[in-house]
RNA sequence: GCGCCCGUAGUUCAGCUGGAUAGAAUAUCGGUCUCCGACACCGAAGGUCACAGGUUCGAAUCCUGUCGGGCGCGCCA
């Protein structure tokens, strides 16, 4: 509907020009706007003050010469200038009409589009580290990242959705030494649990698993693993320092093959458990994509040797860095330490670089508002290994934290106690729908108060319930035609949707059309939010207008039309809450 | 100290990328079930868009500064 005033009004603009009245470019986007005030028509363009000045000429009348221009459509009933120069034009109530059949038509294509046939986008997000399961914090990102790629694939993109799993590196080594020294406790052994360590329950899960297969083969005597290791935090040395020495004593103790079987049985056992609740949260992947093999494949030194080859990294106090602030970098980052191991930047580097050498059009990451910091480096990195044009393919997106509450109380947290709600749990409590919902409710960029009191609760103050309620009362009237025996025709309705000329009918309609605008701008956007209100909307269209009229009425065309019209509304309810992730049921 | 994000009704948030009288929900107050599900509807009240400048036909939106809140500033990942 909108694209097809763009077209008038283009048509108008270009007649104007093609008569001299105009003696500049055209722009090529014109904007019409949903006028929010019924009373300004269904849309408003702005373009006659928007050309008022290159025109030289005043706005009305610019939109004067505009409207006398613009070609006759049978879809819009009138054309009237406003306001300051705004040309505000009214549809017939034919052209809403005839949405209900597109929408019956399309079913559960309505809404999707193919604006991005053709192209590629890669979507990356949670990508926790599989060092314990997922908890709240990583909820946001899933449900974010989740909604995003199926609203990208839903306007035409091919959408690659990926985990990167970071299975190398320092975190995983204190978590599979942290599983050995819960193993050698069940073993009999006593110690002193290091403070840095992993403490969550699931360690001491996985340590019973390898205490039952293995029995003590692996057990060493606590003071032998202890000795020579300086002294913890609490005992007044370096948390860091503490673990570091114990992961060496692990795996010079054990043998690196040994140490694997602790290491790998954490890593498996874990990632096993996060794509489990992933899926349970209506979270599936494409692609699991492994640091390990990113590095062991030699893509880690390849990239070192690419930026070392082009000049952007130096020597420096035994550690190699890479010159970022030649790209906008606050500072130089070091890439190899001076023990030789190279930093999670390095790997991330390649990680980068390989993900644009595999041909997407789009590359988007979703991270933690917390790694903000971090872009500019990665990004500094793209730049001094390729050109500007691949880095502009990245496109990073910060989702802030969500406090959770709880009766009016913020519920505490952190990972490395132990002591955090996990994504999991939070499902138990509140459902998967309420947890999907309400994680996508807001902005992403926005930080986000999450009410768990509200999203459980069955009541109007409850969007989601409020949404759904809607489709399920549509269900329920559908039943209710059945149990009374009459009988629904759908061609009929279509064919009496003339008889729909109710104010309420006419605000429901102008919704359902106003669908695909929503998803396309909520799709290319990234903002699922914006869906989430729309729905809102429509459910309170379908409310108020079941609260005014009788769908099941005597006279049978009109019947007929109602009818029709409200499984229209229930479609698009259902196409929009599918897209969000949540279930449209039909009784509740 | 520097960088990024945020500041809109008592509260939680929208505000269509610069448009017309800033909107919902919730809380408060008052109405609506003999009726397709009251898990709903209708109405009232509620605002210095943090503050001060600037840009222009026009600013909650863009720019600068101030204040306030969150996060980040390792040879950690």
Same mark, same amino acid.
Request: include cysteine; aromatic fraction near 10%.
């Given at each position: 509907?909108?694209?097809?005033?763009?077209?008038?009004?283009?048509?108008?603009?270009?007649?104007?020009?093609?008569?001299?009245?105009?003696?500049?470019?055209?722009? #090529?986007?014109?904007?019409?706007?949903?006028?929010?005030?019924?009373?300004?028509?269904?849309? %408003?363009?702005?373009?006659?003050?928007?050309?008022?000045?290159?025109? =030289?000429?005043?706005?009305? #009348?610019? %939109?004067?010469?505009?409207?006398?221009?613009?070609?006759?459509?049978?879809?819009? +009933?009138?054309?009237?200038? %406003?306001?300051?120069? /705004?040309?505000?034009?009214?549809?017939?109530?034919?052209?809403?009409?005839?949405?209900?059949?597109?929408?019956?038509?399309?079913?559960?294509?309505?809404?999707?589009?193919?604006?991005? +046939?053709?192209?590629?986008?890669?979507?990356?997000?949670?990508?926790?580290?599989?060092?314990?399961? !997922?908890?709240?914090?990583?909820?946001?990102?899933?449900?974010?990242?989740?909604?995003?790629?199926?609203?990208?694939?839903?306007?035409?993109?091919?959408?690659?959705?990926?985990?990167?799993? @970071?299975?190398?590196?320092?975190?995983?080594?204190? !978590?599979?030494?942290?599983?050995?020294?819960?193993?050698?406790?069940?073993?009999?052994?006593?110690?002193?649990?290091?403070?840095?360590?992993?403490?969550?329950?699931?360690?001491?899960?996985?340590?019973?698993?390898?205490?039952?297969?293995?029995?003590?083969?692996?057990?060493?005597?606590?003071?032998?693993?202890?000795?020579?290791?300086?002294?913890? *935090?609490?005992?007044?040395?370096?948390?860091?320092?503490?673990?570091?020495?114990?992961?060496?004593?692990?795996?010079?103790?054990?043998?690196?093959?040994?140490?694997?079987?602790?290491?790998?049985?954490?890593?498996?056992?874990?990632?096993?458990?996060?794509?489990?609740?992933?899926?349970?949260?209506?979270?599936?992947?494409?692609?699991?994509?492994?640091?390990?093999?990113?590095?062991?494949?030699?893509?880690?030194? *390849?990239?070192?040797?690419?930026?070392?080859?082009?000049?952007?990294?130096?020597?420096?106090?035994?550690?190699?860095?890479?010159?970022?602030?030649? /790209?906008?970098?606050?500072?130089?980052? &070091?890439?190899?330490?001076?023990?030789?191991?190279?930093?999670? /930047?390095?790997?991330?580097?390649?990680?980068?670089?390989?993900?644009?050498?595999?041909?997407?059009?789009?590359?988007?990451? &979703?991270?933690?508002?917390?790694?903000?910091?971090? &872009?500019?480096?990665?990004?500094?990195?793209?730049?001094?290994?390729?050109?500007?044009?691949?880095?502009?393919?990245?496109?990073?997106?910060?989702?802030? /934290?969500?406090?959770?509450?709880?009766?009016?109380?913020?519920?505490?947290?952190?990972? =490395?106690?132990?002591?955090?709600?996990?994504? =999991?749990?939070?499902?138990?409590?509140?459902?998967?729908?309420?947890?999907?919902?309400?994680?996508?409710?807001?902005?992403?960029?926005?930080?986000?108060?999450?009410?768990?009191?509200?999203?459980?609760?069955?009541?109007?103050?409850?969007?989601?319930?409020?949404?759904?309620? +809607?489709? %399920?009362?549509?269900?329920?009237?559908?039943?209710?035609?059945?149990?009374?025996?009459?009988?629904?025709?759908?061609?009929?309705?279509?064919?009496?949707?003339?008889?729909?000329?109710?104010?309420?009918?006419? #605000?429901?309609?102008?919704?359902?059309? =106003?669908?695909? *605008?929503?998803?396309?701008?909520?799709?290319?956007?990234?903002?699922?939010?914006?869906?989430?209100?729309?729905?809102?909307?429509?459910? @309170?269209?379908?409310?108020?207008?079941?609260?005014?009229?009788?769908?099941?009425?005597?006279?049978?065309?009109?019947?007929? +039309?109602?009818?029709?019209?409200?499984?229209?509304?229930?479609?698009?309810?259902?196409?929009?809450?599918?897209?969000?992730?949540?279930?449209?049921?039909?009784?509740?």
């Amino acid at each position: 509907m909108k694209s097809h005033l763009q077209e008038l009004v283009k048509a108008a603009l270009h007649d104007l020009h093609s008569a001299g009245v105009f003696d500049f470019e055209l722009p #090529d986007n014109i904007i019409i706007e949903r006028a929010r005030d019924r009373s300004h028509g269904d849309f %408003a363009c702005n373009i006659a003050m928007v050309l008022a000045k290159p025109a =030289r000429s005043k706005p009305r #009348d610019l %939109a004067e010469k505009i409207v006398a221009h613009l070609p006759a459509s049978e879809h819009v +009933a009138r054309v009237e200038i %406003a306001g300051p120069g /705004f040309i505000n034009i009214t549809m017939t109530p034919a052209a809403y009409h005839a949405v209900v059949g597109e929408v019956l038509e399309a079913g559960e294509a309505y809404g999707r589009s193919d604006i991005g +046939a053709g192209k590629r986008v890669q979507v990356e997000f949670v990508s926790a580290n599989p060092t314990g399961p !997922l908890h709240v914090g990583h909820g946001r990102g899933a449900a974010y990242g989740a909604t995003v790629s199926d609203l990208l694939a839903a306007v035409g993109f091919q959408v690659h959705r990926e985990y990167y799993v @970071n299975d190398a590196g320092r975190q995983m080594d204190i !978590l599979g030494t942290s599983v050995w020294l819960r193993y050698l406790e069940l073993a009999g052994e006593k110690l002193t649990f290091p403070s840095n360590g992993y403490k969550g329950d699931y360690v001491w899960d996985i340590a019973a698993d390898l205490h039952r297969e293995h029995a003590d083969t692996y057990r060493q005597p606590s003071s032998e693993v202890f000795n020579g290791i300086p002294v913890d *935090e609490p005992a007044g040395g370096d948390k860091e320092v503490h673990i570091d020495a114990l992961i060496m004593k692990a795996k010079s103790m054990l043998g690196e093959a040994n140490y694997l079987i602790f290491f790998d049985k954490a890593l498996e056992v874990i990632l096993a458990d996060i794509r489990k609740d992933l899926e349970a949260f209506g979270v599936v992947y494409d692609e699991w994509y492994r640091e390990r093999e990113l590095v062991s494949s030699g893509k880690v030194d *390849e990239a070192i040797e690419q930026l070392t080859q082009s000049g952007h990294i130096y020597e420096e106090k035994g550690a190699l860095w890479f010159r970022s602030t030649d /790209f906008g970098d606050e500072k130089d980052r &070091v890439v190899v330490r001076d023990n030789g191991v190279k930093t999670y /930047f390095a790997s991330d580097i390649a990680y980068h670089w390989h993900k644009l050498d595999r041909g997407f059009d789009r590359v988007i990451d &979703v991270w933690g508002s917390d790694h903000h910091g971090y &872009v500019p480096r990665v990004k500094a990195a793209l730049t001094a290994m390729g050109d500007k044009e691949d880095t502009d393919k990245l496109d990073v997106l910060l989702v802030q /934290f969500a406090s959770l509450y709880r009766g009016g109380e913020k519920v505490q947290m952190s990972t =490395r106690s132990g002591s955090f709600v996990t994504l =999991r749990e939070l499902c138990q409590e509140i459902g998967n729908d309420a947890a999907r919902f309400f994680y996508v409710m807001r902005k992403c960029e926005q930080h986000m108060d999450f009410d768990l009191d509200l999203a459980k609760s069955q009541s109007n103050d409850n969007p989601m319930y409020y949404i759904q309620y +809607a489709h %399920a009362r549509v269900c329920s009237v559908l039943r209710q035609m059945d149990e009374k025996g009459l009988s629904h025709n759908r061609n009929s309705g279509l064919n009496s949707l003339q008889l729909l000329e109710e104010q309420h009918e006419l #605000d429901l309609l102008s919704n359902l059309s =106003r669908y695909p *605008e929503v998803v396309e701008a909520a799709a290319l956007n990234h903002e699922p939010h914006q869906l989430a209100h729309y729905l809102r909307d429509l459910a @309170n269209d379908f409310h108020t207008y079941y609260n005014a009229h009788q769908f099941l009425v005597d006279n049978g065309g009109l019947r007929d +039309a109602r009818i029709t019209l409200i499984q229209a509304a229930r479609q698009v309810i259902a196409n929009g809450l599918g897209l969000l992730g949540v279930s449209a049921p039909e009784s509740m």
